[in-house]
């Protein structure tokens, strides 16, 4: 267990659906990245935040959108599903912006 | 051309092999990760460098910043090593923003 929670882990949802993804940091670390994987692209940095402001934006579309919350946890909504978002959905936290990052384990969004 | 070059793409070695994977940017670089994403799906950080050389267990990673260039290297090579192995690398862009940038990935497979 690497300290960073991301929920779910699985999801299976239609094209034109909205989904919220959540991802709790390691205890401590106050930035907060997330990270898209899919099979043609690699991993994609979408967006960071940093107690809860963001730092920097990344391959984000506007479909998609993040906040972190006071208690630094945050949440990636993706909206207007396509099936090209069928991809791994990454968390990471660090301490401070320049720091080494923690993953967490992921969620595997399919979208049909 | 990508920003960040990784070679090789696939490497097959056998057990106990020295083994080296490169990582080329062209681009100003406030630091540079290695990441290893495990065949279930899971990433762990390995190291994060701005400068010179870090070694953990049996793991060593380099950079040099004038020649844009990083190098992983793994002695004593483990069937457990098995997985992909990622270059990322930070720019900070004109707005005092990070920008992450991930090389496409070098799967290593250790034959027993």
């Known amino acids: 267990d690497s300290g960073v929670t991301q929920t779910p882990k699985h999801l299976i949802t239609a094209t034109g659906q909205r989904v919220t993804l959540r991802c709790s940091p390691r205890?401590?670390?106050?930035?907060v990245y997330w990270y898209q994987q899919s099979l043609d692209q690699g991993l994609q940095f979408l967006i960071q935040?940093?107690?809860?402001?963001?730092?920097a934006k990344g391959n984000i579309l506007e479909r998609f959108s993040a906040q972190q919350f006071p208690d630094l946890h945050s949440e990636l909504n993706l909206s207007s599903l396509e099936l090209g978002d069928s991809a791994l959905y990454f968390c990471?936290?660090?301490?401070?912006?320049?720091?080494?990052?923690?993953f967490g384990s992921g969620t595997r969004l399919t979208v049909v | 051309k990508n920003e960040v070059e990784q070679s090789p793409q696939n490497l097959t070695a056998q057990e106990g092999e020295f083994i080296t994977i490169n990582c080329s940017y062209s681009?100003?670089?406030?630091?540079l990760h290695w990441l290893q994403q495990h065949p279930g799906g899971g990433i762990v950080s390995l190291f994060m460098?701005?400068?010179g050389k870090k070694k953990h267990g049996r793991l060593i990673a380099t950079i040099n910043i004038q020649e844009k260039h990083s190098s992983l290297h793994i002695t004593a090579s483990h069937p457990r090593d098995s997985a992909v192995y990622i270059c990322?690398?930070?720019?900070?862009?004109?707005?005092?923003?990070?920008?992450?940038?991930f090389g496409i990935g070098t799967k290593l497979q250790v034959i027993p």
């Open positions: 460098l701005s400068s």
């Open positions: 681009v100003g670089i406030s630091a």
């Open positions: 935040y940093y107690n809860g402001e963001e730092r």
């Open positions: 990471a936290s660090s301490v401070q912006p320049g720091g080494g990052y923690t």
């Open positions: 205890s401590g670390d106050l930035s």
């Open positions: 990322a690398v930070k720019i900070m862009n004109s707005g005092g923003y990070q920008k992450v940038t």
